[in-house]
Each structure stands twice: as structure tokens, then as C-alpha cells.
Nanobody, 116 residues
């Protein structure tokens, strides 16, 4: 099993920046991919960004050029640097890891609110 704890959410003005962090513990040697999803009110959960074992990354079109996902070498932490934030980025952001077995684990989520 993998335990995930997110931090770094909060209220930010449009155009501002936030950095989300996610600490992983447990069976981290079994982690294949790490990333972030988000769910806005009334909408389905969607992929924001992911980073894979070879450090390849994947981003939602809506965040390309503004968000950057990164992780440490031990796969014990993953970060999401969010710049040029927009009101439509407001959502609960969830840390996700996928094991080589294709099993997924989720954090409890951290709220990001972009508002003036």
C-alpha cells in the first residue's frame, strides 16, 4: 500500500502561483507513475499532470505552459508548480500514484481557489 499526503493548497489571486506537494510513503518502490488530478464543483475528476518512471510527463491541454509536475528520485514526493492561475483552475486537487501492478492510490485532496 501507498499513503499520500498533499499540502500547499489555498486561496490565490488570478495570475498568481501555488506549489502543491504530495508526500508518498509505504510501497514506493512499486510506483510507476505519479501525478495530479482535479475535480471542480459539478464536474468530473480530470487528469492535470503526470510523470512516469522515465520522467516523461503528460499535461492536460488546459494547463500546458502554466503547470509543471516534478518528483524526487526516490518517488517519495511529487510536486505541481502552478503559475498564471486562472479562476477556472479552482478545484480540489488530488495526488495520485499508480503502481506497476496498475493499482491506484489517492490522497485526500487539497483545495485550490483562484479568486480576486
Amino acid at each position: 500500500q501507498v499513503q499520500l499526503v498533499e499540502s500547499g493548497g489555498g486561496l490565490v489571486q488570478p495570475g498568481g502561483s501555488l506549489r502543491l506537494s504530495c508526500a508518498a510513503s509505504g510501497s514506493i518502490l512499486s510506483i510507476d507513475a505519479m501525478g495530479w488530478y482535479r475535480q471542480a464543483p459539478g464536474k468530473e475528476r480530470e487528469l492535470v499532470a503526470a510523470i512516469f518512471s522515465g520522467r516523461d510527463t503528460n499535461y492536460a491541454d488546459s494547463v500546458k505552459g502554466r503547470f509543471t509536475v516534478s518528483r524526487d528520485g526516490a518517488k517519495s514526493a511529487v510536486w505541481l508548480q502552478m503559475n498564471s492561475l486562472k479562476p477556472e483552475d479552482t478545484a480540489v486537487y488530488y495526488c495520485n500514484v499508480r503502481l506497476y501492478s496498475r493499482q491506484n492510490y489517492w490522497g485526500k485532496g487539497t483545495l485550490v481557489t483562484v479568486s480576486s
